[in-house]
């Protein structure tokens, strides 16, 4: 078990940006490098989603709905990972959660909220 402790939400205007963070202040390097780790989303009314991940070397996958507007990175020596979300839609608009990929249980923590509107 990891955990994760996420920060950075907000409220934004359609079309701009924020940037979400994911600590492991627990955590050993060791331990934190050697999980993938996710941004999720969950929407009102919607299941979970996962929108972008990535590995301890730094490989990444994307969500078609995150492709070329989000970027996720880490730095494995702070334990952080993070979520850069530009050009931002009302359909953004949701809590967004890191953890494990796969989760396999790893607890869920109490999310960032994230609101895009005018």
């Known amino acids: 078990q990891v955990q994760l402790v996420e920060s950075g939400g907000g409220l934004v205007q359609p079309g701009g940006s924020l940037r979400l963070s994911c600590a492991a202040p627990?955590?050993?390097?060791?331990?934190?490098?050697?999980?993938?780790i996710g941004w999720y989303r969950q929407a009102p009314g919607k299941q979970r989603e996962l929108v972008a991940s990535?590995?301890?070397?730094?490989?990444?996958n994307y969500a078609t709905s995150a492709t070329g507007r989000f970027t996720i990175s880490r730095n494995n020596s702070r334990k952080t990972v993070w979520l850069r979300m530009n050009d931002l839609k009302p359909e953004d608009t949701a809590v967004y959660y890191c953890?494990?990929?796969?989760?396999?249980?790893?607890?869920w923590g109490q999310g960032t909220q994230v609101t895009v509107s005018s």
């Open positions: 953890n494990t990929v796969p989760n396999q249980g790893n607890s």
């Open positions: 627990r955590s050993i390097f060791s331990t934190f490098v050697s999980y993938v």
């Open positions: 990535v590995t301890g070397g730094g490989s990444t």
